[in-house]
Each structure stands twice: as C-alpha cells, then as structure tokens.
C-alpha cells in the first residue's frame, strides 16, 4: 500500500465493515484515497474524521464518480451486483481496479474481459482480501511440489465472525447451485453436493466438511493448471443443514420477501470480527 503514495485510490463502499479498515490503514500509511458511496450521511462522517476528499455516487454514475482515480478498490459487496458498474468505469477512464470478493462469478466474468482490460492497460484484480490469497498461495506451493497433481480439495475453516457484507451475500446464494471444477471446466452441482472429513490441526479431529462454491475453484485452476477441483467449508451444523435444504426450498429462499427479510437478520446480527479477532 505504500506504492499508492503518490496516486489516488478511490475506495467504493468506504464506510463498510472492510471499508473502514482500509480507510484507517491507508491513513496510517500516508496514502492519498478518496472515500466513496451511496450514503451521503457515512461518506461526510468518514470526510470530516480522516480529512479526506469524500465522493457520492450510485453505481449508474460510477464512471463520472470515479474521475481521477489511479485506481478503484471495490468495497462494497455483494459484489455480483457492483463490480460491472466500477469495472466499466475502470475500463473507460483507464483505472485499475481491485476488489475482495471471493464470488466465483466476480472472478469468472473479469477473467474473460482480459482482453478488454490489456487493451485498455488496465489491470483487473478481484480477490485481494482474505477469501482467495492465503488459500491460493497455499494451493499453488502444494501444486509445486506434487508430480503432475489431477485433483485438488480445498478445505477452509474461519476462524472469525463474518462481517455484514459476508452475511449478505451468503444470504444472496441461497438456493443457488453449487460450483466444482471437472476436466478443467466450472460444473455446476447442487448446493452443498458433497461432504468429506479434514483435519485442521486444531485438536478436534477430522470434522465433516461441504463443497460450498469458493472463488478458489476459478483462480486455484489458473495458478496450479490442476483441471479438477472441489472446495469445501466447515459449516456450523445448522448452517448444513440450511444448504442442503435449500436444493429444496429454493424458489422460497430466491423471493424477495425472504431475501429481504434474511439480509434485514444479517445486517442486525452480523458485526464483522473484532480487533482481538483480527490479530
């Protein structure tokens, strides 16, 4: 982050959970950021707090919103629903873009817009929080030292609380097929397809663990070129019992009414992990 000193970072979605972490973070490091969103209300918080230039804009406005930016970090989740507004805006004002989702989609549809992103020297860069970097790193160090590796099965355990915009976008996948990766194509499997047992090296054991549709199964493919690949989660029980009835439920848990009043329960309960959390 120190290599921003110097540029403009635009961060979308400033006064969320992340959000603010980066804000603070940038601050402490001396970098040079507009803070940026939909609230104006957060947004002037946030500008009379840290001092710094502070942008109101929907995502319809994002090219005009974004002016200036070297380059556009993407906060503001589910990020099914924001990055094609900013990504846009990106492409035609010649600005980097990052974000930290870890929605196989997100990764999916910027990998194919390669093309668009060299012609336009812009760098497209999903996935630089937590969600698919450690893991990653962790794939691709195996990946090196296994002869000719075919399969890989990638298990993950949080060890925190999840923040509002986590709970939300879970809340979006509901009733939404699973995702795995066979002979080097993504397939879709029903939700909560598979189980298995891992060992976390935490004192417990192996424990159950279920396929959940991770960004993983689209960038552990390209930096291992392992062809086939299935990611699983260790999902509290009530939370495995809720995927698998959801291959059931599904168009009761896609309605409005349901969604709306789920993510009304995340937003209430969901606070993101706190700093002992953090450490």
């Known amino acids: 982050m120190s290599d921003l000193c110097g540029s403009m970072l635009l961060v979308y979605g ?23 969103g939909r609230n ?10 840290w001092g710094f230039e502070g942008r109101v804009f929907p995502l319809d ?18 990020f099914s629903k924001t990055h094609g507004a900013l990504v846009e805006a990106c492409l035609g004002e010649g600005a980097d873009y990052l974000d930290i989702t870890g929605e196989v989609g997100v990764f999916e549809s910027l990998a194919c817009r390669d093309g ?24 691709a160090y195996l990946a090196d030292g296994t002869e000719e590796p ?13 923040s509002p ?54 960038t552990a493919y390209r930096s291992t070129g392992i062809d086939n690949i299935e990611c699983y989660v260790d999902l509290p029980r009530p939370a495995r019992l809720l995927a698998r009835t959801s291959r059931y439920a599904a168009p009761l848990l896609r309605a409005n009414a349901t969604q709306s009043l789920l993510k009304s329960v995340a937003d209430a309960v969901a606070r ?8």
């Open 165 to 218: 915009g986590t709970a939300r976008t879970v809340v979006e996948s509901l009733g939404e097929k699973g995702v795995v990766r066979r002979d080097g194509d993504l397939r879709e499997v029903p939700p909560a397809w598979k189980t298995r047992h891992a060992d976390f090296g935490d004192g417990r054991g192996k424990v159950e663990v279920t396929t959940m549709p991770l960004g993983d199964a689209v």
């Open 40 to 49: 104006p209300a957060e947004i002037e918080e946030q500008e009379e707090r």
């Open 61 to 78: 406005a994002a090219e005009g919103g974004i002016e200036g930016a070297d380059a556009v970090l993407n906060c503001a989740g589910p």
């Open 116 to 139: 668009e992103a060299r012609e336009a020297d812009v760098t497209l860069v999903p996935g630089v929080g937590f969600d698919v970097v450690p893991s990653d790193c962790l794939a």
């Open 272 to 279: 993101g992990p706190d700093e002992e959390e953090r450490v």
């Open 150 to 162: 075919s399969y890989l099965a990638l298990a993950l355990r949080s060890l925190t609380s999840v």
């Open 14 to 36: 400033s006064y969320g959970y992340t959000g603010r972490l980066v804000v603070e973070e940038c601050e402490r490091r001396g970098a040079e950021v507009v803070v940026a």
